[in-house]
Structure formats: structure tokens, C-alpha cells
């Protein structure tokens, strides 16, 4: 059972990775990244890939980092005048985009099958040592990613990215180039972003085209916004509270009795319920964003 | 070729509904709702419960089009009316909220099996050497007719015309005593309507399952963008630019540049083929082929 | 009012430990079954399979002087639910067998896990070639299709069919059987003049239809999963396809969700579902469940919970490790109700029957 509690906190801690990555864009940047788990994604794959074709996995971690930095260039510079709105749903379209080339491609991914088998980390170690190994990877890295993107926040460049979110014309006329300011923040947040599908492919041995579902985007998304969108600490609260009800759920099926769709609507439900709770009256989340009042 | 025709309007029936109901909303509420779309799968899944109940087919699917259009009427006073104080962003998460709750229900209380609408099985219809199932005909009747029928409402009647102002200009417009929330929840009503007739069609021709509203949302939303969202008969013209790339697509044999006597492109990626269309689309012409959208003043 | 919620949780808690204390006492073992999904109606026979093993179990005298229980876990039709489910079992549950899936895409990463966690992992549904390389550990009820898909080539060509159209979903299994029946028809001298291996879980099969109908075959092969083979059914019936000749590998799985109207007069084969020494348990279950056989994979199902029950009766504990040996001892020779279960070098199924069938209002042997 013990085993099981390290697995959850595993897994949300990898979850909370990505949210502090897409903290960067939209919480500081306010960017409407809808296609967000296609960085998750390329992480992963790249490291299913090398394991696939026997490659040192350090490289597959590069490779993936790398990729999910072009990618994420490649989307802020997407319409470099559209509206938020409607960056939103290009993205989205990108990440469907990547989705549907990683079903398809079987010589490279998979395909639908995906690529099972992947090394996990600490495997030289026996399986309930190589657990802890992993958690404690993972935390640390958490924990790094979260110092960091409170330095970043808190400096220039968060500055800066705060003045593009609420003030953009204000920002250009001060000579900031808002489409470089875009490019940076979705950049970092994308190899952030592959950093988590590195430890998720490791973890669960299997990377499939299901990482990239659209439905993968919104749920962290909902992380965000239910902890508090800009605010590091708040988004990793999110991310463990929203895990916390998806991890519970197995149980609570136990419990009750109630059959896999109905525990799958009651799980999809609350979680929807939740965001929509929060954005009526709690629209800052539960852990406010701070901001230095003058 | 006529089969290609036929595919072509079969996949434009599909959409055609759904999307124009959307963009005609956007008009007036400027912000993309998602659940838009749950509305198509509620409206498919309230027909199946009154045909199960025993009521008439076309009983059931009007009984549907009021429902569904009073949901959306309620989320849009209620809900949406609320969030769009915070900006369109908000709006557009919390219509997320808002359609991961409608799936919720519709999975716990339907299941996630597909079902089927109660018709008996006949043999498909053969028009010109192309086959046409009964169901696909009747699909494309009724989006031919319910459009006709929307464009008349636009273009013909005051209600249109104020619409047609309030979304063109909010504020003369309402200088002039139209009733800004009279007109959005008349037009909520309508497009909550258009999505649940758009819905039950589809799901006549496919099945009634919990993924149809999700599955429309990329193609939806690229049709009603193409045709410049609030322009809601560009969204039909979208509807049928995505199908004919769609159909186009899987059709075209690749045999000669393989060598190969036949070669076709994996159907998987007709998906991305629209999404395509709609990249590009967003890039040179954002504001719709037609460039008639409504621009945020 | 706190005095009431005191007692209400000790009564809670007494309640959970109770039913914990009482659970303890049962052997279990595991099961990840598609109990949604596209492969649903599938998932539900092989449980029935399972319940029934179990009630005959428990009925002689239970498993080490104790009752039997099977530990469901629904795959969900998909890898990842499937993999969690494994999770589950092998870490909280800590049971020594786990028996699953139905898809051999999702049975091959779940049974890699399960294998590496040192549980023993029993197939009992999936058949791709490549079930064979899942590892020490691994055991087949079910025979994979390197023979299912020279049975199923032989008999076409036996028909008289030179020009085969094929689709199957794009996975493991899919893959395997394409791959097997292209080479065993073209040996014998037909042709595969178009094979689409489809993307599961769309809504329809239009398009894939309509591409291998411009190679005008005189036979479509297929095989799917039920909810999907519904759709393809129904989709080649509203574009005049089934004119021509269908025919279904594994054609309960093809055809448990069409209606019959439209499966009617289709061909195909089958894993026998019961053997010499199964009418017992089809009368059994004919009359727990009040119908016949939903597919033929039940009785798999339930040879997989004797088999389990047998292993650990002999190696005398649930110990993980002693369980694993003791199956490929009970292995060697073991009568099932689908017939005589031995297991081969790999610990694949050696022998399997296939049978012939047709569709009129059910499968029928043919």
C-alpha cells in the first residue's frame, strides 16, 4: 500500500513539473498555451526512441529537450498579431498535429502500439530501492525547477513578462520586442516541459500517442488554475490536489462499488467542477499570485 | 465522382450546424466557447432518450433542440455572462470547466458504450452509382434546410438584423435600444438548437457516444475560424472547405509516386490535413477567408 | 456532536478493518479485463469465465483451505489504464498471477511490467506472435496466431478466393495477423491486393473501406474489435461492400456487436470455445448467465483461474516465485474445458483448435 502512496506522489510530482513549465507561459506570460502536453510528449518519445534504437538515453534526453525547444519556437512565432484566443487554438492544432504523426509513424514511434520496454531510471538498483531512487530524482528536480522559475519570476525577465501580460502596448513602447519575450517564455517552458516526459516515459516504461491528448493539456491547465496561475507554489498545490483526486479514484471505486464509467464521470466531473468553482469565485486560485506592490 | 460529391456533403452535414451555431454565438459573446460542442453530443444523447421513451424520432429530436438550447441559454447567464467580466481567456478555461462537467454526466448516466438510435436496418440507397445510406440522406437534407432556414432568420427578420448590429457594433447598437442580453439569449437559444439537430444528425450516421462532442471540437472550430468567426454562413463554407480537403485527401491515389498500383495517405491524417488548413488559415488571413469577422473593437 | 462523529468514525473504521481482516483470509490473484472500451462485450464473457471458475472452486473446497478470489481491474481498452491496473495489483493487491488482457497491445507492455515486478502473468485473449517474446514468466491459455492465421488462409483459399482485401487495427495483434495471413495466402497462391491496418478509436471506418474497395477483391478478411467491427460492419453494409464476401478471423470478437441483420451470411473462424470436456461448462454457463456463449473466450478465462488455483495448490503458498515454477509444472499437462492446455518451450499454448464458422444469428460452426 506503502508502495502504491510513493507511486501517487511519483506521479504528481511529475505532473507538478509540468504545470511549473506551463507556469512560465501562462501564468507569468499569460500565453493560452492549449497545446502544452505536445512538449510533454516530444520528451517523452525522444526517450522511448533511443531506448528503441539502443541510443545512450542521456542523448535521448537532449534530443527531446532540444526538439521540444524548436517546437516551442515554432509556436510562438505561430501569427505573431493573433489574439490570445485564437494562439490558443492554433496551438492546439499543433499538438494534434504532433499527436497524429506519432500514431502514424510506426518506423519511429510505434504508432499506436508505442514503445514499451523503456529503462527505467535506477534500474541497476532492486525494485523497491529503485522507487525511492525515483521519487527522490524527481522531487529534487521539482524542487530546482521551482527555485528557478521563482528567481526567473521574480527578475527582469518575469518582469517583463508580467508588463506583456497586462500592459503589451505599454511594453512595446518601452522597446521591449514582444514576440522575442513570447519565443523566450515558451521556449524555456517547453524544455521544462520535455524534462517531465523524460521522467513520465522512464516511470511508466511505455510512451504512447495517448500522452498527447488534447483532454492531457486541459487537465493541467486545471492544475493552474485551481492553485493559482502565477504563483510557483500555488500550481505544484494544484497539481498534487488534482493528482490526489485522480489517484484516489481506484479506491474509491473499491469502495463503493460503482463501475469503471461511472468512477471515470465522477472523476472527470469533480475536476470540472473544481476549475469551474474556482473560476466563479476564486478566480486567483487558492494560492494568489503576489505581486510586488510598490 | 458523384461518390466524391456525396462523401464530400455527408462530412459537410456533419459540421455545417455545429459550426455555424458557434460562430453565430461568438458574434456576440467574443470568446470561443468549447463546450459548444457538448452541446452537439447532448442534443444526440436527449434524442436517444426520447426515442427510448417511446416517443417519435422527430418528436424526440425537437423536444432535444428545446432542451439543449435552454442549457445553453441557462450556462450563458449564468456562467459565462460571469467569467467574461474576467476577460475572454477566463471565459474560454471556464467553458472547458464547463464541457468536462456536461461529458461527465453524459458518461455516468449513458456509459461509454456506443449506442444506436432504434431505425431499421435497409439497404443503403443507390443514386448515380453512389451509395448513400438513408440516414446520410436525411443528414444532408436537414442541414441543407435548418441552414436555409438560419440564413432567412439572418438576413430576412428584425431579430436578424439586430443581431447582425449588435454584433457588428455593441455600443451604437445598443444606443439604439436593442436588448443586448434579449438578443445573446435568443441567439444562444438557437445555436444551442442548430448543435443539437447538427449532433442527432451525426450521431444518425455514426453513432451516440461520449467522445462525439470532443471529437468535433478541432474541425469545428477550424470551420467556423476559416469562415471568420461571427460570420456564421462563412462557418458553412468553412464546413465544406474542410470536406472537400478531407475527402480529397484520402481519395487521391499516391500509387504512381510509389510504384505501386494503389497507395493511399493513412486516414489518420486527414485530421491533421484540417488542422493544417487551419494553421495556415490563421496565418495569412486570421480574421476568415472571407474577412468579414467581426473585430474586437 | 463531536461525540457523534467520533463514534461514527470508529464505527467506520471498525467496519474497513472487519472487511479488511475478513478479505485477508482469501488467496487472490489478478485480473485486468476491457470492461469498457471497444472490446467491452469481451471483457464481460471472459469475467464470467472467471466468476464461474471461482464459484466451482470455492465450491470443492476453496484454495489452500481457503476462498478463492479474483481481483478485476478494468484495462479501459487502453496501455496506460492497463499499466496502472498492473500497478495496482502487483503492489497494493501483491498478488502472485495476473491474469489479462484481451488486446495484445495492451496486454504486451502490461505483462513486460508485470514479469519485471516478478509476478507471473497468464494470457488469456491475446494471440500476436510477439505475446512469445514477453519473457520468463509469461504464460498463453490462448494460441497465438502464427497457426490461427495459416488456419484462417487455408480455409479462404479453400473457398475458392484468390483476391483478399484485408484490415485490422493498427497494434500488436493486427500487425501479427496481417503479417501471418499475407504470407501463408501467398504461399498457397492468392493475393493480398490491399491491406489497411486501421487507427483504433475513431468514430468511423469510412474512408479505410472505401480505399481498399478501388482494389476490387473477392474477399474481405477482417478482424476487429467488437464495438469497432460494429462500425465497419455497418459502414461496408451502407456502402454495398458486403456484396461481396466477408470473412472474420476470431468472428465472435467481429460480430458481437453488429446486429445481425447486417452480420448475417458472413464467414470467418474461431478459437473453439469449449473442448471434448467442456459441455459441463457450457451448460453451466448457459444456465447462470440464461444465454449461450457471448464470444468463445470465456472458457480461456476460466482455464486461466484453475490453472492459477492448481499452481498454487501445488506449490502449497502464494509466494510469487513458487507460484511461477509451479505453473510450468502444472503446465506440462493440464485438462481444461477448451481442451488440453500444455505449454510449449516458451510457455506458449502448443496446441490450439480453430473452428470454421459462419454467422446466421450467431456464430455457427460451419
Same mark, same amino acid.
Given at each position: 500500500?506503502?508502495?502504491?502512496?510513493?507511486?501517487?506522489?511519483?506521479?504528481?510530482?511529475?505532473?507538478?513539473?509540468?504545470?511549473?513549465?506551463?507556469?512560465?507561459?501562462?501564468?507569468?506570460?499569460?500565453?493560452?498555451?492549449?497545446?502544452?502536453?505536445?512538449?510533454?510528449?516530444?520528451?517523452?518519445?525522444?526517450?522511448?526512441?533511443?531506448?528503441?534504437?539502443?541510443?545512450?538515453?542521456?542523448?535521448?534526453?537532449?534530443?527531446?529537450?532540444?526538439?521540444?525547444?524548436?517546437?516551442?519556437?515554432?509556436?510562438?512565432?505561430?501569427?505573431?498579431?493573433?489574439?490570445?484566443?485564437?494562439?490558443?487554438?492554433?496551438?492546439?492544432?499543433?499538438?494534434?498535429?504532433?499527436?497524429?504523426?506519432?500514431?502514424?509513424?510506426?518506423?519511429?514511434?510505434?504508432?499506436?502500439?508505442?514503445?514499451?520496454?523503456?529503462?527505467?531510471?535506477?534500474?541497476?538498483?532492486?525494485?523497491?530501492?529503485?522507487?525511492?531512487?525515483?521519487?527522490?530524482?524527481?522531487?529534487?528536480?521539482?524542487?530546482?525547477?521551482?527555485?528557478?522559475?521563482?528567481?526567473?519570476?521574480?527578475?527582469?525577465?518575469?518582469?517583463?513578462?508580467?508588463?506583456?501580460?497586462?500592459?503589451?502596448?505599454?511594453?512595446?513602447?518601452?522597446?521591449?520586442?514582444?514576440?522575442?519575450?513570447?519565443?523566450?517564455?515558451?521556449?524555456?517552458?517547453?524544455?521544462?516541459?520535455?524534462?517531465?516526459?523524460?521522467?513520465?516515459?522512464?516511470?511508466?516504461?511505455?510512451?504512447?500517442?495517448?500522452?498527447?491528448?488534447?483532454?492531457?493539456?486541459?487537465?493541467?491547465?486545471?492544475?493552474?488554475?485551481?492553485?493559482?496561475?502565477?504563483?510557483?507554489?500555488?500550481?505544484?498545490?494544484?497539481?498534487?490536489?488534482?493528482?490526489?483526486?485522480?489517484?484516489?479514484?481506484?479506491?474509491?471505486?473499491?469502495?463503493?462499488?460503482?463501475?469503471?464509467?461511472?468512477?471515470?464521470?465522477?472523476?472527470?466531473?469533480?475536476?470540472?467542477?473544481?476549475?469551474?468553482?474556482?473560476?466563479?469565485?476564486?478566480?486567483?486560485?487558492?494560492?494568489?499570485?503576489?505581486?510586488?506592490?510598490? | 465522382?458523384?461518390?466524391?460529391?456525396?462523401?464530400?456533403?455527408?462530412?459537410?452535414?456533419?459540421?455545417?450546424?455545429?459550426?455555424?451555431?458557434?460562430?453565430?454565438?461568438?458574434?456576440?459573446?467574443?470568446?470561443?466557447?468549447?463546450?459548444?460542442?457538448?452541446?452537439?453530443?447532448?442534443?444526440?444523447?436527449?434524442?436517444?432518450?426520447?426515442?427510448?421513451?417511446?416517443?417519435?424520432?422527430?418528436?424526440?429530436?425537437?423536444?432535444?433542440?428545446?432542451?439543449?438550447?435552454?442549457?445553453?441559454?441557462?450556462?450563458?447567464?449564468?456562467?459565462?455572462?460571469?467569467?467574461?467580466?474576467?476577460?475572454?481567456?477566463?471565459?474560454?478555461?471556464?467553458?472547458?470547466?464547463?464541457?468536462?462537467?456536461?461529458?461527465?454526466?453524459?458518461?455516468?448516466?449513458?456509459?461509454?458504450?456506443?449506442?444506436?438510435?432504434?431505425?431499421?436496418?435497409?439497404?443503403?440507397?443507390?443514386?448515380?452509382?453512389?451509395?448513400?445510406?438513408?440516414?446520410?440522406?436525411?443528414?444532408?437534407?436537414?442541414?441543407?434546410?435548418?441552414?436555409?432556414?438560419?440564413?432567412?432568420?439572418?438576413?430576412?427578420?428584425?431579430?436578424?438584423?439586430?443581431?447582425?448590429?449588435?454584433?457588428?457594433?455593441?455600443?451604437?447598437?445598443?444606443?439604439?435600444?436593442?436588448?443586448?442580453?434579449?438578443?445573446?439569449?435568443?441567439?444562444?437559444?438557437?445555436?444551442?438548437?442548430?448543435?443539437?439537430?447538427?449532433?442527432?444528425?451525426?450521431?444518425?450516421?455514426?453513432?451516440?457516444?461520449?467522445?462525439?462532442?470532443?471529437?468535433?471540437?478541432?474541425?469545428?472550430?477550424?470551420?467556423?475560424?476559416?469562415?471568420?468567426?461571427?460570420?456564421?454562413?462563412?462557418?458553412?463554407?468553412?464546413?465544406?472547405?474542410?470536406?472537400?480537403?478531407?475527402?480529397?485527401?484520402?481519395?487521391?491515389?499516391?500509387?504512381?509516386?510509389?510504384?505501386?498500383?494503389?497507395?493511399?495517405?493513412?486516414?489518420?491524417?486527414?485530421?491533421?490535413?484540417?488542422?493544417?488548413?487551419?494553421?495556415?488559415?490563421?496565418?495569412?488571413?486570421?480574421?476568415?477567408?472571407?474577412?468579414?469577422?467581426?473585430?474586437?473593437? | 456532536?463531536?461525540?457523534?462523529?467520533?463514534?461514527?468514525?470508529?464505527?467506520?473504521?471498525?467496519?474497513?478493518?472487519?472487511?479488511? !481482516?475478513?478479505? /485477508? #483470509?482469501?488467496?487472490?490473484?489478478?485480473? $485486468?479485463?476491457? @470492461?469498457?472500451?471497444? *472490446?467491452? +462485450?469481451?471483457?464481460?464473457?471472459?469475467?464470467?469465465?472467471?466468476?464461474?471458475?471461482?464459484?466451482?472452486?470455492?465450491?470443492?473446497?476453496?484454495?489452500?483451505?481457503?476462498?478463492?478470489?479474483?481481483?478485476?481491474?478494468?484495462?479501459?481498452?487502453?496501455?496506460?489504464?492497463?499499466?496502472?491496473?498492473?500497478?495496482?495489483?502487483?503492489?497494493?493487491?501483491?498478488?502472485?498471477?495476473?491474469?489479462?488482457?484481451?488486446?495484445?497491445?495492451?496486454? !504486451?507492455?502490461? /505483462? #513486460?511490467?508485470?514479469?519485471?515486478?516478478? $509476478?507471473?502473468? @497468464?494470457?488469456?485473449? *491475446?494471440? +500476436?506472435?510477439?505475446?512469445?517474446?514477453?519473457?520468463?514468466?509469461?504464460?498463453?491459455?490462448?494460441?497465438?496466431?502464427?497457426?490461427?492465421?495459416?488456419?484462417?488462409?487455408?480455409?479462404?483459399?479453400?473457398?475458392?478466393?484468390?483476391?483478399?482485401?484485408?484490415?485490422?487495427?493498427?497494434?500488436?495483434?493486427?500487425?501479427?495477423?496481417?503479417?501471418?495471413?499475407?504470407?501463408?495466402?501467398?504461399?498457397?497462391?492468392?493475393?493480398?491486393?490491399?491491406?489497411?491496418?486501421?487507427?483504433?478509436?475513431?468514430?468511423?471506418?469510412?474512408?479505410? @473501406?472505401?480505399?481498399?474497395?478501388?482494389?476490387?477483391?473477392?474477399?474481405?478478411?477482417?478482424?476487429?474489435?467488437?464495438?469497432?467491427?460494429?462500425?465497419?460492419?455497418?459502414?461496408?453494409?451502407?456502402?454495398?461492400?458486403?456484396?461481396?464476401?466477408?470473412?472474420?478471423?476470431?468472428?465472435?470478437?467481429?460480430?458481437?456487436?453488429?446486429?445481425?441483420?447486417?452480420?448475417?451470411?458472413?464467414?470467418?473462424?474461431?478459437?473453439?470455445?469449449?473442448?471434448?470436456?467442456?459441455?459441463?461448462?457450457?451448460?453451466?454457463?448457459?444456465?447462470?448467465?440464461?444465454?449461450?456463449?457471448?464470444?468463445?473466450?470465456?472458457?480461456?478465462?476460466?482455464?486461466?483461474?484453475?490453472?492459477?488455483?492448481?499452481?498454487?495448490?501445488?506449490?502449497?503458498?502464494?509466494?510469487?516465485?513458487?507460484?511461477?515454477?509451479?505453473?510450468?509444472?502444472?503446465?506440462?499437462?493440464?485438462?481444461?474445458?477448451?481442451?488440453?492446455?500444455?505449454?510449449?518451450?516458451?510457455?506458449?499454448?502448443?496446441?490450439?483448435?480453430?473452428?470454421?464458422?459462419?454467422?446466421?444469428?450467431?456464430?455457427?460452426?460451419?
Amino acid at each position: 500500500m506503502f508502495d502504491f502512496f510513493i507511486h501517487a506522489v511519483s506521479v504528481a510530482a511529475i505532473y507538478a513539473l509540468v504545470a511549473v513549465s506551463l507556469n512560465i507561459q501562462a501564468g507569468y506570460a499569460g500565453l493560452l498555451n492549449l497545446g502544452h502536453i505536445a512538449f510533454v510528449g516530444v520528451g517523452a518519445y525522444a526517450v522511448g526512441i533511443a531506448h528503441h534504437l539502443q541510443w545512450h538515453p542521456g542523448l535521448g534526453w537532449a534530443m527531446g529537450i532540444a526538439a521540444a525547444a524548436v517546437l516551442g519556437f515554432f509556436m510562438s512565432r505561430l501569427g505573431r498579431n493573433l489574439g490570445a484566443d485564437y494562439w490558443g487554438i492554433a496551438t492546439l492544432a499543433v499538438a494534434e498535429i504532433v499527436r497524429t504523426i506519432a500514431l502514424n509513424e510506426d518506423w519511429l514511434t510505434g504508432g499506436a502500439q508505442g514503445i514499451s520496454g523503456v529503462t527505467p531510471l535506477w534500474s541497476s538498483l532492486d525494485a523497491g530501492s529503485a522507487r525511492w531512487a525515483f521519487l527522490a530524482t524527481v522531487l529534487l528536480v521539482l524542487a530546482l525547477a521551482m527555485g528557478l522559475s521563482s528567481r526567473l519570476g521574480a527578475g527582469r525577465f518575469g518582469r517583463a513578462l508580467r508588463l506583456l501580460r497586462e500592459e503589451p502596448a505599454l511594453a512595446t513602447s518601452m522597446g521591449y520586442d514582444l514576440v522575442a519575450l513570447k519565443s523566450k517564455a515558451t521556449v524555456a517552458s517547453a524544455m521544462l516541459a520535455a524534462v517531465a516526459g523524460a521522467f513520465l516515459g522512464h516511470y511508466i516504461s511505455y510512451v504512447g500517442p495517448d500522452f498527447m491528448l488534447a483532454s492531457e493539456t486541459f487537465l493541467i491547465w486545471t492544475m493552474l488554475m485551481i492553485g493559482g496561475l502565477g504563483h510557483v507554489g500555488g500550481v505544484v498545490l494544484g497539481a498534487f490536489l488534482v493528482q490526489a483526486i485522480y489517484a484516489s479514484m481506484p479506491f474509491a471505486k473499491d469502495w463503493l462499488g460503482i463501475g469503471s464509467d461511472v468512477a471515470g464521470a465522477v472523476r472527470l466531473g469533480l475536476i470540472g467542477c473544481l476549475l469551474l468553482a474556482c473560476l466563479l469565485w476564486r478566480k486567483d486560485g487558492l494560492v494568489p499570485e503576489t505581486l510586488r506592490k510598490l | 465522382m458523384f461518390q466524391f460529391v456525396l462523401d464530400v456533403l455527408i462530412r459537410t452535414a456533419d459540421l455545417a450546424l455545429v459550426a455555424v451555431g458557434l460562430s453565430a454565438v461568438y458574434a456576440l459573446v467574443k470568446f470561443p466557447n468549447v463546450s459548444h460542442v457538448q452541446y452537439a453530443a447532448l442534443g444526440a444523447f436527449l434524442t436517444l432518450a426520447g426515442q427510448r421513451l417511446g416517443l417519435p424520432f422527430a418528436l424526440a429530436m425537437a423536444l432535444s433542440c428545446v432542451v439543449t438550447g435552454a442549457v445553453a441559454v441557462l450556462l450563458n447567464t449564468l456562467v459565462f455572462r460571469r467569467l467574461l467580466r474576467s476577460g475572454p481567456a477566463i471565459a474560454m478555461i471556464g467553458s472547458l470547466a464547463v464541457s468536462m462537467v456536461m461529458v461527465a454526466l453524459m458518461l455516468g448516466v449513458a456509459g461509454s458504450r456506443p449506442l444506436r438510435y432504434d431505425f431499421e436496418i435497409v439497404s443503403p440507397l443507390v443514386i448515380a452509382g453512389a451509395r448513400v445510406s438513408h440516414a446520410q440522406a436525411y443528414s444532408i437534407g436537414a442541414a441543407l434546410l435548418v441552414l436555409g432556414g438560419f440564413a432567412w432568420l439572418l438576413y430576412r427578420t428584425p431579430m436578424g438584423r439586430r443581431m447582425r448590429a449588435l454584433a457588428t457594433n455593441r455600443a451604437l447598437a445598443e444606443a439604439t435600444g436593442i436588448d443586448a442580453h434579449q438578443v445573446t439569449n435568443l441567439i444562444s437559444l438557437i445555436s444551442g438548437a442548430l448543435a443539437a439537430i447538427g449532433g442527432t444528425m451525426l450521431a444518425m450516421t455514426s453513432d451516440v457516444h461520449v467522445n462525439l462532442g470532443t471529437d468535433l471540437l478541432l474541425p469545428v472550430f477550424a470551420a467556423a475560424i476559416i469562415g471568420g468567426l461571427g460570420n456564421p454562413l462563412g462557418a458553412a463554407a468553412g464546413a465544406l472547405l474542410i470536406a472537400v480537403a478531407e475527402t480529397a485527401v484520402t481519395n487521391l491515389n499516391f500509387g504512381w509516386l510509389v510504384g505501386q498500383p494503389l497507395a493511399f495517405l493513412p486516414v489518420t491524417y486527414i485530421g491533421a490535413a484540417s488542422f493544417l488548413f487551419l494553421l495556415v488559415a490563421l496565418l495569412f488571413k486570421p480574421y476568415g477567408l472571407f474577412d468579414r469577422e467581426v473585430r474586437r473593437v | 456532536m463531536k461525540t457523534l462523529a467520533m463514534k461514527a468514525l470508529a464505527a467506520a473504521g471498525l467496519l474497513a478493518a472487519s472487511a479488511g !481482516i475478513a478479505h /485477508a #483470509q482469501d488467496v487472490t490473484i489478478g485480473a $485486468v479485463l476491457p @470492461l469498457t472500451g471497444p *472490446s467491452a +462485450s469481451i471483457g464481460e464473457d471472459q469475467r464470467r469465465g472467471m466468476e464461474l471458475a471461482v464459484e466451482r472452486v470455492n465450491a470443492a473446497g476453496g484454495v489452500l483451505g481457503r476462498k478463492l478470489r479474483v481481483i478485476i481491474e478494468d484495462s479501459g481498452g487502453r496501455a496506460p489504464t492497463a499499466l496502472d491496473a498492473a500497478k495496482k495489483l502487483a503492489t497494493v493487491d501483491k498478488v502472485p498471477v495476473v491474469m489479462g488482457e484481451y488486446s495484445s497491445g495492451i496486454t !504486451i507492455p502490461t /505483462a #513486460q511490467y508485470l514479469v519485471k515486478e516478478g $509476478v507471473s502473468h @497468464l494470457n488469456i485473449g *491475446s494471440s +500476436s506472435p510477439r505475446v512469445r517474446g514477453i519473457g520468463e514468466g509469461s504464460f498463453s491459455v490462448i494460441g497465438l496466431d502464427d497457426v490461427s492465421a495459416k488456419f484462417a488462409a487455408t480455409d479462404v483459399f479453400e473457398q475458392k478466393f484468390r483476391k483478399a482485401a484485408f484490415i485490422a487495427p493498427n497494434n500488436a495483434y493486427g500487425q501479427g495477423v496481417a503479417e501471418e495471413f499475407k504470407k501463408n495466402f501467398e504461399a498457397m497462391g492468392g493475393q493480398v491486393v490491399a491491406s489497411i491496418l486501421y487507427t483504433a478509436g475513431q468514430s468511423t471506418y469510412r474512408r479505410e @473501406l472505401q480505399q481498399i474497395e478501388r482494389a476490387a477483391p473477392d474477399v474481405y478478411v477482417y478482424s476487429a474489435y467488437g464495438q469497432e467491427a460494429a462500425i465497419i460492419n455497418r459502414e461496408a453494409f451502407d456502402l454495398g461492400l458486403n456484396k461481396t464476401q466477408w470473412y472474420a478471423i476470431y468472428q465472435t470478437m467481429c460480430t458481437t456487436d453488429t446486429p445481425a441483420q447486417i452480420a448475417n451470411g458472413q464467414i470467418g473462424m474461431e478459437v473453439s470455445a469449449v473442448g471434448p470436456a467442456g459441455k459441463p461448462y457450457e451448460e453451466a454457463y448457459s444456465k447462470k448467465y440464461g444465454e449461450k456463449f457471448k464470444s468463445a473466450y470465456s472458457g480461456y478465462a476460466y482455464d486461466g483461474v484453475m490453472l492459477s488455483a492448481a499452481a498454487i495448490a501445488k506449490a502449497g503458498s502464494t509466494e510469487a516465485a513458487k507460484v511461477r515454477t509451479a505453473l510450468a509444472e502444472v503446465g506440462r499437462k493440464f485438462d481444461g474445458v477448451t481442451g488440453e492446455v500444455v505449454f510449449d518451450k516458451d510457455r506458449q499454448r502448443a496446441v490450439q483448435p480453430y473452428l470454421r464458422t459462419r454467422y446466421q444469428n450467431g456464430v455457427l460452426p460451419r
